[in-house]
């Protein structure tokens, strides 16, 4: 099964959200963000084109509204929210739920830095050099050898991946 690490996409500015009264839990995706986030994640279907998938997603809105896109592009059910995927959770608490549910791949969309740390415990690497980039993935295969990175995926390269220029 492969675990898929997402990076939510690019929301509404932290200074500029706390200046509207929008609390950082409800920063939505601005318009950028989500064209580049649609693009990354059709990128991410060709990559894991004829997986079955789950999405499992952080309740906070910019990560609902990735998931819900990304849900879409994988041709997958609804983003399951789980409060351990919102900032300074655990998403590796998820990952029991996800296996137990025989899919090819789960896709986990939340934060940084949580993700990173999350690959690192996994993988027993420095989450310095984990960090993903905003719309950005991770592919974590769990093997019979352990868990193995079989791809990092940067939003540039996931959006080329699905047919997007820049």
Known sequence: MDLVFVRHGIALDRALARDRGIADAERPLVRAGIERTVAAMEGLAV????ATVAVFSSPWLRARQT???AAEALAAPPPVLRPALAPGGDPTSVLPEAMAMGLTAVVVVGHEP???HALAALLG???SALRLKKAGAAIVRDSSDGPRLTAFLPPRTLRRLGGATG
């Open 114 to 116: 949580d993700l990173a």
């Open 125 to 127: 690497a420095p989450a």
């Open 67 to 69: 998931a819900d896109i």
């Open 47 to 50: 990559v894991l084109r004829g």
